[in-house]
């Protein structure tokens, strides 16, 4: 490499410094990567001469290493540093499927020492010199932001400590205003430092003898800054006084979410008090909420809060806070004491708008009453209810009977339990082990082989294990089997045959729990996901809002609303929903995820990542962590990315979508042996995901990605193939093609892909942002696609 272009050179009216990758032109700045610098010295070194695109690829990356579009990616960065055109080109001319040449002069710089030359835009005169190089020469910028994280430190310790020291509050303030104050010196004192002679003097020293001398100055600035600005906040404080707190007023409220009105058929069941703290009384209690609130599900026309969201709250929660979260006009609460063979049971009916109690019953009996305590307690409720029900309801909906003895009883409600903490800290085993016992005794028991069938279905996600799936076979037939009158039954069925790809019969299987039980927010969401997947939008669009408002206050209807949006393309609305997640629940770690996911493809990167901040913030979770590392991807922080797709695997080291997206990740900061690792251990993964539904449009759409970074064209040509016909409506799989047929070198077909997958509702921003397709945005078609104004 020519050594004297190193020390920069001038291209007509442009200023190349390669060592610090800098380019002014214009009274503009710019900097340039390190290998779009060596590209240029590369060119700058012939000048006028066509220098093609393999030895460029060569010089700069070395033999085997480069490729056409990091190539295309530095000389694009190279037209921007330049404010060059390729249409009419000024300093970079390209010759088609040939190479590259520069066709302008560089003009060596002068002296290397820093002294005056003519026509040299290096010069040290402060009267040639710009305000931003005088700024910089003098190293005002460097002493300023010293300074700034300097006094944000102390402001933050004092805010520590002076609290916890019991210090008066005006200390505070004075160190506060101090810091504030010495800014403006610090910057003056920084400035006068290195002016001497009435000009700037740039030595020519050993870097070390420069990082020794700008620390001094630095460092000077700084302290010299702070000693004058105390005096200066003293003199002030003692003849005129530093600002005091005003007297504290009432804050303005907070803006209120636009919660649903409270209906007057609306009720929710509480957790009950487990008066002796036994394990054994808790169970009771929260088997007794949960059978009552079955029960009073299927009274016609009466709204009943699911369980999951009545046990957000407390026992004995205040009545304002049960009407504000629940969006219910009643709700029941109470208490449960075991005492030997004897269980008490308390139960109140209070009206949450004024706290009244309507109804206070309490029952003495024998342990072994407990299912008829709790027919009675829904059969008073429900009487208790009939001025806010339709006239026509009188009597309960049939359930179908089956209920076991108490110790069976007791150990199916400990693995339904567990089987609600899938996939947090507890594994699939230990809800599988409850319902084991269970059937241990009484291995008729449906309700318990349909749990286990459901366990088993929901643990194959995480554990890529296609054993689950032979056992949630059997156990879901077997409780078929033994009642095929029991609505979970069919809701396990359901999931299993969704799961592996039999969605005919998947919907067979929910359409059966909802003639059981027509209010199942489990059957009509399930229903949703099999009928988008059976390419009947609209249907799943009704399923998914049926679920809406059926159990107040229940934010997973709202969810699965807003993830049939967000896979539809309606990202915005998909957002809507999702807002409503975390309005009822500001705790959602999944609310939270999903609604950074959302405004993430609806391009609104900055609002996204606190969303996904707060979700790792209540919970870590590998999907959370995949989405910021998405999020850092598209922003172009490629290192953060690489971290948080990392914790991902950590967490999920089953999950090909996270090494997938590991592996785009170090693919694009150049890293292509560990982004091949990551790509082959992806591939495994869904390759053996695939075996168990081979009908899942996203499991091709993924394989065919990740086959096509292994450099296998043809088989992923195959698969996104086959992906298409699957989804031809899902917006995914021809942004998918694009890439695909990007890489193969058909940038023509990969534009039409991505026309198709905005019009069926990809976002433009994420193709424009999107660093895969970075060498396709000198595309005239493909500039026309993510310009264009959004027709949804």
């Keep these: 490499m020519d050594s004297e272009l190193l020390q920069g050179f001038c291209l007509k009216d442009a200023w190349v410094d390669p060592l610090k990758g800098e380019v002014r032109i214009h009274g503009r700045s710019s900097h340039l990567p390190p290998k779009a610098v060596e590209v240029l010295l590369c060119l700058a070194s012939q000048p006028f001469t066509l220098v093609t695109r393999e030895a460029l690829t060569e010089r700069v990356w070395g033999a085997g290493h480069g490729s056409a579009e990091l190539l295309g990616r530095a000389i694009t960065e190279i037209r921007h540093a330049l404010d060059d055109h390729a249409d009419e080109p000024a300093f970079i001319q390209t010759l088609p499927r040939r190479g590259y040449r520069l066709i302008a002069h560089p003009d060596p710089a002068g002296d290397p ?15 040639d010199l710009g305000l931003l190089d005088n700024l910089k020469q003098r190293g005002v910028l460097e002493t300023a932001i010293a300074y700034l994280v300097f006094g944000w430190l102390i402001i933050q310790v004092v805010d520590i400590l002076f609290d916890q020291l019991l210090l008066p509050p005006w200390a505070g303030t004075f160190v506060t205003v101090l810091v504030i104050a010495g800014f403006p010196i610090a ?36 302290i010299g800054a702070l000693a004058i600005a105390a005096v200066a906040v003293f003199v002030y404080d003692t003849n005129i006084g530093l600002p005091t707190a005003e007297p504290p007023q009432l804050a303005p409220g907070a803006v209120e979410v636009a919660l649903p009105p409270v209906q007057d058929n609306s009720i929710a069941v509480l957790p009950l008090m487990n008066l002796d703290g036994s394990e054994e009384t808790g169970i ?124 069976v009883y007791v150990l199916y409600r400990r693995g339904v339990e567990a089987a609600r903490q899938l996939g947090g800290d507890l594994s699939p085993n230990f809800a599988l082990s409850y319902f084991n016992d269970a059937l241990a005794i009484d291995p008729d028991y449906a309700a318990a082989h349909a749990g286990k069938c459901s366990v088993l279905v929901n643990a194959y996600p995480l554990t890529d294990d296609a054993h689950y799936i032979e056992l949630a076979e059997s156990s879901c037939a077997r409780a078929l089997e033994l009642n095929p009158n029991l609505d979970v039954v069919h809701v396990a069925l359901g999931e299993l045959y969704a799961a592996t790809g039999r969605y005919d019969a998947a919907e067979t299987a929910y359409r059966r729990a909802l003639q059981l039980d027509p209010k199942s927010v489990a059957a009509l969401t399930g229903a949703g996901e099999v009928h988008l997947l059976q390419k009947k939008p609209d249907e799943a669009e009704a399923s998914f809002r049926r679920a809406i408002g059926l159990h107040p206050g229940d934010w997973s209807a709202y969810n699965a609303l807003g993830w049939f949006l967000f896979r539809s393309g309606r990202y915005a609305e998909a957002a809507e929903q999702y807002g409503y997640v975390v309005a009822l629940d500001d705790r959602n770690m999944i609310g939270f995820r999903n609604l950074g996911a959302a405004r993430m493809l609806a391009g609104d990167f900055e609002a996204a990542a606190p969303a996904f901040q707060r979700a790792l913030e209540i919970q870590p979770s590998p999907l959370a962590y995949s989405n910021l590392g998405l999020l850092y991807y598209y922003m172009g922080r490629l290192d953060e990315a690489v971290a948080a797709h990392r914790q991902a695997v950590e967490l999920a080291p089953k999950d090909h979508l996270a090494w997938s997206n590991l592996g785009d990740a170090l693919w694009i900061d150049g890293r292509h042996d560990e982004a091949h690792e990551a790509f082959a251990t992806a591939r495994e993964l869904a390759w053996g995901a695939l075996q168990v539904n081979p009908n899942d449009p996203g499991y091709l759409m993924d394989l065919a990605w990740i086959t096509a970074m292994l450099d296998k064209p043809a088989e992923a040509r195959r698969l996104i193939d086959r992906a298409r016909a699957l989804a031809p409506s899902e917006p995914y799989v021809y942004y998918y093609d694009g890439l695909i047929l990007q890489r193969n070198g058909d940038s023509n077909g990969a534009v039409r892909a991505f026309e198709t997958a905005v019009a069926e509702g990809y976002s433009r921003k994420m193709l424009a942002a999107d660093p895969q397709l970075l060498s396709l945005r000198s595309h005239p078609d493909f500039a026309k696609v993510i310009d264009a104004v959004e027709a949804r």
Excluded: C
């Design 113 to 127: 020492r820093g002294e005056l030359t003519a026509g040299k835009p290096a010069a040290p005169s402060l009267a």
């Design 284 to 407: 009771f209690a929260q088997g007794l909420v949960d059978d009552v609130i079955t029960r009073l599900s299927r009274v016609p026309g009466l709204l009943v809060s699911s369980r999951g969201d009545a046990f957000s709250l407390e026992p004995n929660s205040p009545s304002a806070r049960v009407r504000e979260r629940l969006r219910v006009a009643r709700y029941v609460e109470g208490s449960v004491q075991m005492s030997g063979e004897r269980i008490r049971i308390i139960v109140q009916l209070i009206d949450s708008a004024t706290g009244f109690h309507e109804l206070s019953r309490s029952f003495d009996r024998p342990r072994e009453d407990f299912f008829d305590i709790r027919d009675e307690i829904t059969e008073l409720t429900v009487a208790n209810l009939r001025v806010a029900l339709p006239p026509d309801t009188r009597n309960l909906a049939a359930l179908a009977a089956e209920d076991p003895s108490l110790d």
């Design 187 to 222: 910057v003056l004192l920084s400035w006068f430092l290195e002016f001497r002679d009435g000009r700037a003097v740039v030595d020519h020293v050993s870097p070390r003898d420069a990082r020794r001398r700008r620390f001094s100055r630095t460092y000077l600035s700084v």
